[in-house]
């Protein structure tokens, strides 16, 4: 098979003989130098690649041409070798050999501020550094090393950083440029290493090709710019033209008729931000998000990233993915504030993208970076630990932060504002709280960062708008009881009937209530069941349904006694108030005003696996129940008699007085009437 004639001497010259050979396609590359040949070493394992050194002219790249059987030739030399370019071009004249161009993207994006000047070529700039002072580092390599070293006020000033060839060092020393002035070093080159040798060589100056990002163009500019080090760019003198790699990849598919593109995956990087600052950034993150192509999320976190990226203000899922799916980047960076895994969007916008694509939209790999959390951060200012503290959220969305207060010496908690600052002080204030201390961070990590020590009285007064995380301390808690039960005087009552409290504590237990349960609480009088359930999770939505008015005072009294946001009032007569609601897993009906059986007929098919438990007190109810119960598709049915009787004083002794006996009906629906 005809063989493929690669001009190398660049990584993506490399890369393109590496492709070429694992898929079975001899080629030769041409290179330059020894160093060249060096770098082009055949991989253990690669066969098919011929690697020919030393420079060529014109006519000697045509005898060689004519010597080799070439399908076609793929010039992949530096953007700057233009007259290697017009020879190569010179030389198949005539040959009706394919020539492609593979041209690389140097169009780096990087800012254009008064210390980041450009000139059109190397001469332009030794002309312009005359007017400078201090040390000069060269990093535009040696062949042009003359057009710098002859003029007389620069040559003592100058730092070359070249390629540890013999030919390069050679050409230092033809130039005057030797000792300590010479950095033979191969890159590529971190960020911190080129501000290593800034450092160093106490360097005033850098100046440098626009190579793009293979040829490590970004990193110098980054290092200059977080040294305040004035930089020189000379711009790509190559025109228009040329062909991306995946384009030259096509064409050779097209005449080899072998697949090369394997269409590469988008690696996308969700990086936990901290409190914000660079300085809290994990090693791994910020590899990433140097790494990256362009870097994605909202405004605060971008404004902190001082590398030369495209920033796109986006933080919502909806927004996010569009745009992922038309960028042409292969590596993006999601930025997310504090711990990926707390509190954080991370989670859904990883569902989201990984539904995208399973089915197809996408073709996307994501890893994910964790960072400092805004709670570990304050706990290690505070000199105190967190691993005994609840904690709790209320940025973006509801808890009980008053229970949580109220059963723990320590509640952490992540609040949106200074407005959730200022709704925690006046909380605490109702609830007879006020020896509660608070401890907030302020935009922890910035500039402006601050611990304040507050009473919930001074948390009303906040007016600083701004990132808020607080401890609140509550030397008096209360033990925390590991069962529910909350006795009958705990409840505003009135004169509305209450489920009594023994009662109410084993229908509790029969409800079998989950973490994520979504209650509904039919006829719930004061709210005492809906109360007791909403209180075993912050997780579990309660709906206390009540058409009685004075009965549904006293339950919003009683929820915000309790400060349960998790339960909401709604007012009404069932089975018509139950419509809107979402879909039930538990059920606790207390009252039915008659209505049984449209209740259950509309329960059913708002979940056909819900779990009921209903209370009667009068036979007839129990008959109604029951007999409802084989028309139903139910199982696992169950009806116990509860009789409780209580010891009351009567002189010196004490006489047992009964209570009304209650009957506790529990039942699963079941669809179709199977266990699924």
Not at 499 to 524: H, I, M
Request: proline share 3%.
């Amino acid at each position: 098979m005809k063989q493929i004639l690669i001009y190398s001497g660049t990584t993506e010259g490399r890369r393109l003989a590496e492709v070429l050979c694992r898929n079975g396609i001899s080629c030769t590359a041409c290179v330059a130098t020894e160093y060249g040949e060096m770098v082009m070493e055949r991989p253990e394992g690669l066969e098919g690649l011929t690697v020919r050194q030393g420079r060529m002219t014109a006519m000697e790249m045509k005898a060689f041409l004519t010597q080799g059987d070439y399908l076609a030739v793929v010039d992949a030399t530096h953007p700057f070798a233009t007259v290697v370019s017009e020879n190569i071009r010179d030389s198949m004249a005539g040959s009706g050999i394919p020539y492609l161009r593979l041209k690389r993207d140097t169009k780096s994006r990087y800012s254009h501020e008064k210390n980041i000047s450009c000139y059109p070529t190397s001469q332009a700039c030794a002309e312009a550094l005359k007017e400078t002072a201090g040390n000069i580092l060269l990093t535009t390599g040696s062949k042009e090393l003359a057009v710098y070293s002859r003029i007389a006020e620069l040559k003592g000033r100058l730092y070359v950083r070249v390629l540890p060839g013999l030919e390069s060092i050679s050409l230092c020393y033809e130039n005057g440029i030797t000792g300590k002035q010479i950095i033979a070093m191969q890159g590529p080159f971190s960020v911190e290493m080129n501000e290593a040798i800034l450092k160093q060589f106490d360097i005033s100056c850098l100046v440098t090709k626009e190579s793009g990002s293979t040829g490590g163009f970004l990193e110098k500019i980054q290092a200059a710019e977080r040294n305040r080090i004035k930089v020189m760019v000379i711009g790509n003198p190559e025109g228009a033209g040329g062909l991306t790699d995946n384009d030259v990849y096509r064409e050779l598919e097209k005449l080899t008729g072998k697949a090369l593109i394997e269409e590469e995956k988008m690696q996308i990087s969700f990086i936990g931000m901290g409190m914000g600052s660079l300085k809290l950034l994990t090693r791994e993150a910020e590899e990433k998000l140097k790494e990256a192509d362009f870097i994605i999320g909202a405004r605060r976190l971008l404004e902190g990233i001082p590398w030369q990226k495209e920033k796109v203000p986006y933080y919502l899922a909806q927004d996010i993915i569009p745009y992922l799916k038309e960028s042409k980047g292969k590596r993006a960076a999601i930025l997310f504030s504090g711990d990926t895994g707390f509190y954080s969007g991370a989670e859904k916008l990883y569902e989201a993208l990984k539904n995208e694509t399973e089915e197809g939209g996408l073709r996307a790999e994501v890893s994910i970076y964790p960072g400092i959390s805004s709670v570990a951060y304050l706990a290690a200012r505070l000199h105190t630990s967190w691993q005994e503290a609840e904690i709790v959220s209320i940025h973006g969305r509801a808890a009980n932060v008053l229970e949580a207060v109220r059963k723990n010496k320590k509640t952490f908690l992540l609040v949106s504002g200074v407005a959730d600052m200022r709704a925690i002080g006046n909380m605490l204030l109702k609830a007879g709280m006020e020896e509660v201390g608070i401890s907030a961070g302020y935009q922890l990590s910035y500039p402006e960062g601050k611990i304040l020590t507050l009473t919930p009285g001074e948390c009303l007064t906040l007016k600083e708008e701004g990132l808020y995380v607080c401890l609140l301390e509550n030397e008096r808690a209360e033990r925390r009881r590991l069962t529910h039960g909350l006795p009958d005087e705990a409840f505003l009552r009135g004169k509305v009937p209450m489920t009594k409290e023994e009662v109410r504590e084993v229908s509790v237990c029969k409800l079998g209530l989950t973490k994520e349960a979504v209650l509904y609480d039919v006829g719930s009088g004061t709210g005492s069941i809906a109360v007791e359930c909403a209180r075993l999770s912050d997780g579990i939505q309660v709906f206390a349904v009540e058409k009685k008015e004075e009965a549904a005072e006293l339950i919003e009294e009683n929820r915000l006694r309790y400060g349960l946001s998790n339960l909401t009032l709604v007012r009404g007569e069932a089975p018509e108030a139950l419509k809107g609601l979402p879909a039930p897993t538990h059920v606790f009906i207390g009252g039915s005003s008659g209505n049984m059986k449209e209740i259950l007929a509309v329960l059913y098919p708002k979940n056909p696996k819900a779990r009921i438990v209903i209370n009667a007190i009068t036979l007839e109810t129990v008959s109604e129940v029951t007999g409802l119960l084989k028309t139903l598709p139910v199982e696992k049915e169950e009806v116990i008699q509860l009789q409780v009787s209580r010891a009351k004083a009567a002189g010196g002794y004490h006489l047992m007085q009964a209570e009304n006996p209650v009957y506790i009906l529990s039942f699963f629906f079941t669809k179709d009437g199977k266990d699924e």
